[in-house]
């Protein structure tokens, strides 16, 4: 199957600085990504859409200025987020689709990014 | 809008016991519907899928959904689990034609006791 990466996979900082998640699609062009968070013991919560080139759609409740997400290439699209605080503690999970799953929604998911600020 | 329901949040089981985990769904037109699997502190993994045909999947590593239109549902099976299964299992549900997104949900922790 389709193969996605996520890097770093933990990271520690201070409140106040900004950390950015990468996420890449190894083998195939994904021309879509999600950003997913998760709480502990808890589901995936969509935080928003990117398409290749445009600008990223984000669900309700979730801050663009805070989170901010950047796709410029079909191969990799990245997630910052600004001025953290503790509450943005969490596990970050990115996923892709590519031109396969257009239709049928499938996504391939990234190993997960667990942000932890003091 | 879409919504799924996974009825039980843990599902303890003994080892070689069958398990069933719930899925129901809500959605005003048609669905492809998939189940994930994530280990511990890990990205999920895709499970099985129904897109169209055959309602019954079966995954490679013997378990199977069943798409069930009438009931609304998408319940994951295995006759014998192994210890290895113990695992968060997600539903996921995502609106058919165009660029939507897969709405997920809560999880069953599946937990395969000796």
């Known amino acids: 199957g389709a193969v996605v990466s996520q890097h770093p996979s933990r990271v520690i900082c201070k409140s106040g600085t900004s950390v950015k998640i990468e996420c890449r699609s190894l083998?195939?062009?994904?021309?879509?990504m999600f950003w997913y968070r998760q709480f502990p013991k808890q589901s995936l919560m969509l935080m928003a859409t990117?398409?290749?080139?445009?600008?990223?759609?984000?669900e309700q409740g979730v801050e663009k200025d805070k989170f901010l997400i950047n796709h410029a290439s079909l191969t990799l699209s990245t997630l910052t987020v600004t001025s953290a605080h503790p509450e943005d503690s969490s596990f970050y999970i990115c996923?892709?689709?590519?031109?396969?799953?257009?239709?049928?929604?499938?996504?391939?998911f990234g190993e997960g990014s667990r942000l932890t600020v003091l | 809008a879409q919504s799924v329901t996974q009825l039980d949040s843990q599902v303890p089981v003994f080892e070689e016991a069958p398990v069933e985990l719930r899925c129901n769904y809500s959605?005003?037109?048609?669905?492809?519907l998939f189940w994930y699997v994530q280990y511990p502190n890990q990205g999920l993994q895709l499970l099985l899928k129904?897109?169209?045909?055959?309602?019954l999947v079966e995954s490679i590593n013997g378990f199977e959904a069943e798409f069930n239109k009438s009931q609304t549902s998408f319940h994951l099976r295995k006759p014998s689990v192994h210890i290895s299964d113990t695992a968060e299992y997600f539903c996921?549900?995502?609106?058919?034609?165009?660029?939507?997104?897969?709405?997920f949900g809560a999880g069953t922790r599946l937990a395969v006791h000796p």
């Open positions: 990117s398409n290749e080139g445009s600008k990223a759609t984000y």
């Open positions: 996921a549900v995502s609106e058919s034609g165009g660029y939507n997104k897969l709405i």
């Open positions: 083998d195939f062009q994904a021309t879509t």
């Open positions: 996923s892709a689709r590519g031109l396969a799953g257009l239709n049928t929604g499938e996504l391939f």
């Open positions: 959605s005003s037109v048609s669905v492809y």
């Open positions: 129904y897109l169209s045909g055959s309602t």
